[in-house]
C-alpha cells in the first residue's frame, strides 16, 4: 500500500482499466513471505470483503501474542516457519514465536500489496491521504520466515511450499540471498515448485546499486523487480527576510514553529560539529561544511533551533529520518542564501513543515540503490525484468518500534512509515500481478510476467528517456529497469504475449552444464525430460554477453514464439532500434495472426563487436498492430559479462 499516491503514479482509477476490470482484486489470494504481520493495523480491517474464497485451504496458525480470531476476509491466514531457525540453534529463546511481525517489514511489504482502505494515513503529516494496497481487494496469507534471530533457508522454502499447498495465486518475497547459484538458491528451487502450479512468483532484486551485475533472485521462472522513485517530494519551504523563498526537503516529524529567526552563517560554525561551538549562537544555522547529513547528535544536543543543509546527492531523499527541524536545499540556491546571511540588514529566515509536493519531474527515475544485472546466478535471461515504485513509499508499519526521531532523545511511533528499496518496489509488481491474475485468470505467469514486460513505460513524466540515479542521471539501461517502469492499464490488454511452460524452464536447466542432481534439486524430481535442451527460453526480453577485452565480432540468434492474446487476428510489423554498434536481423518482420490465441514465431539476431572499455549498449524490438493500438516492446542488451555461475 504505497498507498495515499502511488495508485495515482501508476494510473489506477475507478472509472476504467485494470482496477474495475479485476474487481480491485477481489478473491485473489497474495501469499506474502517476510517477517510477519501486525494484524491489529488498520490496513488489515475487512470492512467491504466478501466471503473467502473456497480455494483457499490454508490457517491462520495461533502462537506468542497471536491467536486464530486475528484472522479475517482480509488477512485471511497467517502461519510461521523456525524449525530451520531452531535446528540451527537449539537453545535459542525466540522473542516473538508466532506470526506477529516485530521488524516492521512484512507489515509494510504486505499493505502494500493489498491493504484495505485507511482515511487520514500520514507520515507525521507527510504523504497524507486515503491509504490502500495496490490490489485493496486482494486476500493476504502471511507467512513468517524472517526473525530477528535470523533467517534460515529451509524456513523460507517451507513457507513458499506452505503458500503453493494453500491455493495462493500470487506470491510475493523481498529477499533474496546474494551470489548463489541457482541449484543452491532457496528462492529459485521454492519458486519452481510455485510456477509448476501456476502461481505468479514475484521478487526484489536487492540494494545493492548501482554497480552492475549485483541483482540476486535473477531467476528465470520468477518476476524480479528494481526500484524507482514516485513523482512526490517532501518538503519544507525557507523564506528569507529579503522575500526569497526556496523550496526544500525535509521529512522532520512535526509541524515545528521557526518564524522570523536570525539567519547565521560562521564560518567557524558551518560544519555544525560541535555541539559547543553551536551552543554559543541562537538562530537557523547554515550548515555547509557538513560531513554526513545522517549524523545529526552535535545539532541535536545544541539549542540551535534550526538548521539549513547544502547537498544534491541522492541518498538524502530515501530515509526518512530528519531528526532536527530544517530543511536540505540544492547547491544551486547556496550562494544566494549564504549572501544574504553574510550582506543582509539583520538576516532572518523562517521554515514551514509538513508539506507534500506531488506531480514532481523527472520521475520516476532508477534508484542508485536498486540492484542491477546481469544476474550473477544466471546472466543470460535479461533482469531485472521491471521496475516499480520503491522510494518512501507509504504503508502500514508496527507501533512499537520507532520510525522517526526528534532530537537525540524522543524516538516516535506510527501506523504508518515511509521506507525505500526493492522491498517496496517488489509489492507494487506483487498488486499489479494480483490485478491482472483476477482480471484473466486463464493466465500463465509467464503471460502475466510478460504482458507487464512489454507494455511498460521507458519515458518519464516529462516524456523523456527514464533516468538513472546511480550513473549521473544519464538514460537508463535494462540492466537497472528492466523494461521499464510498470503500466497496469496497459497490461490489461498487451496484446502479444511470450508465455512459457514448465518443460520449456527445464530444456532451460538441461543447458547450464548443471549434473543431474544440481537439476534436480531445482526440479524436486529425478524424472525430468533433458532430451531437448535449449538456452533460448521464450522470454520478452534479449541479452548478449560478451567476454570483456576480447576483440571479436560475434552474433547471436534467439527463437521467440507470441502469442495473440487481443480481441480477434491481427498483424503486427517489427520495428528495431539496434543497440549502438550493433546489427539486429529480424525475420519475418511481419507477424499475422487469424484469430484470438494464435502463436507466431519470429528469430532475432544480434550481431556485436566485443568492447574494450565493458561498455552496456541497449535497444529494443517493438511489434507494433497494424491499424491498431497494441505495442509489444521488448528491451535488447549488448553487455560484459559478469557470470559467476553460468
Same mark, same amino acid.
Given at each position: 500500500?504505497?498507498?495515499?499516491?502511488?495508485?495515482?503514479?501508476?494510473?489506477?482509477?475507478? +472509472?476504467?482499466?485494470?482496477?474495475?476490470?479485476?474487481?480491485?482484486?477481489?478473491?485473489?489470494?497474495?501469499?506474502?513471505?517476510?517477517?510477519?504481520?501486525?494484524? %491489529?493495523?488498520?490496513?488489515?480491517?475487512?470492512?467491504?470483503?466478501?466471503?473467502?474464497?473456497?480455494?483457499?485451504?490454508?490457517?491462520?496458525?495461533?502462537?506468542?501474542?497471536?491467536?486464530? $480470531?486475528?484472522?479475517?476476509?482480509?488477512?485471511?491466514?497467517?502461519?510461521?516457519?523456525?524449525?530451520?531457525?531452531?535446528?540451527?540453534?537449539?537453545?535459542?529463546?525466540?522473542?516473538?514465536?508466532?506470526?506477529?511481525?516485530?521488524?516492521?517489514?512484512?507489515?509494510?511489504?504486505?499493505?502494500?500489496?493489498?491493504?484495505?482502505?485507511?482515511?487520514?494515513?500520514?507520515?507525521?503529516?507527510?504523504?497524507?491521504?486515503?491509504?490502500?494496497?495496490?490490489?485493496?481487494?486482494?486476500?493476504?496469507?502471511?507467512?513468517?520466515?524472517?526473525?530477528?534471530?535470523? !533467517?534460515?533457508? /529451509?524456513?523460507?522454502?517451507?513457507?513458499?511450499?506452505?503458500?503453493?499447498?494453500?491455493?495462493?495465486?500470487?506470491?510475493?518475497?523481498?529477499?533474496?540471498?546474494?551470489?548463489?547459484?541457482?541449484?543452491?538458491?532457496?528462492?529459485?528451487? *521454492?519458486?519452481?515448485?510455485?510456477?509448476?502450479?501456476?502461481v505468479v512468483f514475484s521478487c526484489s532484486?536487492?540494494?545493492?546499486?548501482?554497480?552492475?551485475?549485483?541483482?540476486?533472485?535473477?531467476?528465470?521462472? &520468477?518476476?524480479?523487480?528494481?526500484?524507482? &522513485?514516485?513523482?512526490? $517530494?517532501?518538503?519544507?519551504?525557507?523564506?528569507?527576510?529579503?522575500?526569497? !523563498?526556496? +523550496?526544500?526537503? !525535509?521529512?522532520?516529524?512535526?509541524?515545528?514553529?521557526?518564524?522570523?529567526?536570525?539567519?547565521?552563517?560562521?564560518?567557524?560554525?558551518?560544519?555544525?560539529?560541535?555541539?559547543?561551538?553551536?551552543? %554559543?549562537?541562537?538562530?537557523?544555522?547554515?550548515?555547509?561544511?557538513?560531513? /554526513?547529513?545522517?549524523?545529526?547528535?552535535?545539532?541535536?544536543?545544541?539549542?540551535?533551533?534550526?538548521?539549513?543543509?547544502?547537498?544534491?546527492?541522492?541518498?538524502?531523499?530515501?530515509?526518512?529520518?530528519?531528526?532536527?527541524?530544517?530543511?536540505?536545499?540544492?547547491?544551486?540556491?547556496?550562494?544566494?542564501?549564504?549572501?544574504?546571511?553574510?550582506?543582509?540588514? %539583520?538576516?532572518?529566515? $523562517?521554515?514551514?513543515?509538513?508539506?507534500?509536493?506531488?506531480?514532481?519531474?523527472?520521475?520516476?527515475?532508477?534508484?542508485?540503490? $536498486?540492484?542491477?544485472?546481469? *544476474?550473477?546466478?544466471?546472466?543470460?535471461?535479461?533482469?531485472?525484468?521491471?521496475?516499480?515504485?520503491?522510494?518512501?513509499?507509504?504503508?502500514?508499519?508496527?507501533?512499537?518500534?520507532?520510525?522517526?526521531?526528534?532530537?537525540?532523545?524522543?524516538?516516535?511511533?506510527?501506523?504508518? +512509515?515511509?521506507?525505500?528499496?526493492?522491498?517496496?518496489?517488489?509489492?507494487? *509488481?506483487?498488486?499489479?500481478?494480483?490485478?491482472?491474475?483476477?482480471?484473466?485468470? %486463464?493466465?500463465?505467469?509467464?503471460?502475466?510476467?510478460?504482458?507487464?514486460?512489454?507494455?511498460?513505460?521507458?519515458?518519464?513524466?516529462?516524456?523523456?528517456?527514464?533516468?538513472?540515479?546511480?550513473?549521473?542521471?544519464?538514460?537508463?539501461?535494462?540492466?537497472?529497469?528492466?523494461?521499464?517502469?510498470?503500466?497496469?492499464?496497459?497490461?490489461?490488454?498487451?496484446?502479444?504475449?511470450?508465455?512459457? &511452460?514448465?518443460?520449456?524452464?527445464?530444456?532451460?536447466?538441461?543447458?547450464?552444464?548443471?549434473?543431474?542432481?544440481?537439476?534436480?534439486?531445482?526440479?524436486?524430481?529425478?524424472?525430468?525430460?533433458?532430451?531437448?535442451?535449449?538456452?533460448?527460453?521464450?522470454?520478452?526480453?534479449?541479452?548478449?554477453?560478451?567476454?570483456?577485452?576480447?576483440?571479436?565480432?560475434?552474433?547471436?540468434?534467439?527463437?521467440? !514464439?507470441?502469442?495473440?492474446?487481443?480481441?480477434?487476428?491481427?498483424?503486427?510489423?517489427?520495428?528495431?532500434?539496434?543497440?549502438?554498434?550493433?546489427?539486429?536481423?529480424?525475420?519475418?518482420?511481419?507477424?499475422?495472426?487469424?484469430?484470438?490465441?494464435?502463436?507466431?514465431?519470429?528469430?532475432?539476431?544480434?550481431?556485436?563487436?566485443?568492447?574494450?572499455?565493458?561498455?552496456?549498449?541497449?535497444?529494443?524490438?517493438?511489434?507494433?498492430?497494424?491499424g491498431g493500438t497494441h505495442i509489444v516492446r521488448s528491451?535488447?542488451?549488448?553487455?560484459?559479462?559478469?557470470?559467476?555461475?553460468?
Amino acid at each position: 500500500m504505497d498507498t495515499t499516491h502511488t495508485y495515482k503514479f501508476l494510473s489506477l482509477n475507478p +472509472t476504467t482499466g485494470l482496477w474495475p476490470a479485476s474487481d480491485y482484486g477481489n478473491d485473489v489470494i497474495v501469499g506474502v513471505i517476510d517477517s510477519g504481520v501486525w494484524p %491489529e493495523s488498520p490496513s488489515y480491517k475487512d470492512d467491504g470483503m466478501s466471503p473467502i474464497p473456497s480455494k483457499w485451504k490454508g490457517t491462520c496458525e495461533a502462537g506468542q501474542d497471536f491467536n486464530s $480470531s486475528l484472522c479475517n476476509l482480509k488477512l485471511i491466514g497467517a502461519q510461521y516457519f523456525n524449525k530451520g531457525l531452531v535446528a540451527a540453534n537449539p537453545n535459542i529463546v525466540l522473542s516473538m514465536n508466532s506470526t506477529r511481525d516485530t521488524i516492521g517489514h512484512g507489515t509494510h511489504t504486505s499493505s502494500t500489496i493489498a491493504g484495505n482502505y485507511v482515511e487520514d494515513a500520514s507520515f507525521f503529516g507527510y504523504a497524507s491521504g486515503t491509504a490502500r494496497g495496490i490490489a485493496p481487494r486482494a486476500r493476504v496469507a502471511m507467512y513468517k520466515v524472517g526473525w530477528a534471530e535470523g !533467517t534460515y533457508t /529451509s524456513d523460507m522454502i517451507a513457507g513458499i511450499d506452505q503458500a503453493v499447498a494453500d491455493g495462493v495465486d500470487v506470491i510475493s518475497i523481498s529477499m533474496g540471498i546474494n551470489f548463489v547459484p541457482l541449484y543452491e538458491d532457496p528462492i529459485a528451487i *521454492a519458486s519452481f515448485g510455485a510456477m509448476e502450479k501456476g502461481v505468479v512468483f514475484s521478487c526484489s532484486a536487492g540494494n545493492s546499486g548501482p554497480s552492475l551485475g549485483t541483482l540476486h533472485n535473477g531467476i528465470p521462472w &520468477t518476476m524480479t523487480v528494481a526500484a524507482g &522513485t514516485i513523482d512526490r $517530494s517532501f518538503a519544507g519551504t525557507l523564506t528569507l527576510g529579503n522575500g526569497l !523563498t526556496i +523550496t526544500g526537503w !525535509t521529512t522532520f516529524p512535526a509541524r515545528a514553529i521557526v518564524e522570523d529567526l536570525p539567519l547565521i552563517y560562521n564560518q567557524t560554525i558551518s560544519g555544525c560539529n560541535s555541539s559547543e561551538l553551536l551552543s %554559543e549562537v541562537y538562530g537557523i544555522v547554515i550548515c555547509d561544511n557538513f560531513g /554526513s547529513f545522517f549524523n545529526h547528535e552535535n545539532i541535536s544536543k545544541s539549542p540551535v533551533p534550526a538548521v539549513i543543509f547544502f547537498s544534491d546527492e541522492p541518498s538524502v531523499k530515501e530515509f526518512s529520518d530528519f531528526p532536527d527541524p530544517g530543511v536540505i536545499l540544492s547547491t544551486k540556491y547556496r550562494q544566494d542564501v549564504i549572501n544574504y546571511a553574510l550582506n543582509g540588514v %539583520e538576516p532572518s529566515a $523562517s521554515i514551514t513543515f509538513q508539506q507534500t509536493i506531488l506531480e514532481t519531474e523527472p520521475a520516476p527515475l532508477v534508484a542508485d540503490y $536498486s540492484s542491477r544485472g546481469p *544476474a550473477p546466478s544466471y546472466p543470460n535471461i535479461l533482469k531485472p525484468d521491471v521496475m516499480a515504485p520503491g522510494t518512501l513509499v507509504l504503508a502500514a508499519w508496527i507501533p512499537n518500534v520507532g520510525v522517526a526521531t526528534i532530537g537525540n532523545k524522543i524516538v516516535l511511533s506510527s501506523d504508518f +512509515t515511509l521506507e525505500s528499496g526493492t522491498s517496496m518496489a517488489c509489492p507494487h *509488481a506483487s498488486g499489479i500481478a494480483a490485478l491482472l491474475k483476477g482480471a484473466h485468470p %486463464e493466465w500463465s505467469p509467464a503471460a502475466i510476467r510478460s504482458a507487464m514486460m512489454t507494455t511498460a513505460n521507458t519515458l518519464d513524466n516529462t516524456q523523456n528517456p527514464i533516468k538513472d540515479m546511480g550513473f549521473d542521471y544519464n538514460i537508463a539501461s535494462p540492466l537497472a529497469m528492466g523494461a521499464g517502469h510498470v503500466n497496469p492499464n496497459a497490461a490489461l490488454d498487451p496484446g502479444l504475449v511470450y508465455d512459457a &511452460t514448465t518443460q520449456d524452464y527445464i530444456n532451460l536447466l538441461c543447458s547450464m552444464n548443471l549434473t543431474r542432481n544440481q537439476i534436480a534439486s531445482i526440479v524436486r524430481s529425478t524424472s525430468y525430460n533433458c532430451s531437448n535442451p535449449s538456452f533460448d527460453l521464450n522470454y520478452p526480453s534479449f541479452i548478449a554477453l560478451y567476454k570483456n577485452g576480447s576483440y571479436n565480432v560475434t552474433s547471436k540468434k534467439f527463437e521467440r !514464439t507470441v502469442t495473440n492474446v487481443g480481441s480477434g487476428g491481427a498483424t503486427y510489423t517489427a520495428v528495431v532500434t539496434a543497440p549502438e554498434g550493433s546489427i539486429v536481423e529480424v525475420r519475418p518482420k511481419t507477424l499475422a495472426f487469424q484469430e484470438k490465441y494464435d502463436k507466431q514465431s519470429y528469430s532475432l539476431t544480434i550481431i556485436f563487436p566485443s568492447q574494450k572499455n565493458a561498455a552496456v549498449t541497449f535497444g529494443s524490438i517493438t511489434w507494433n498492430e497494424v491499424g491498431g493500438t497494441h505495442i509489444v516492446r521488448s528491451p535488447i542488451v549488448v553487455s560484459p559479462s559478469f557470470a559467476i555461475w553460468s
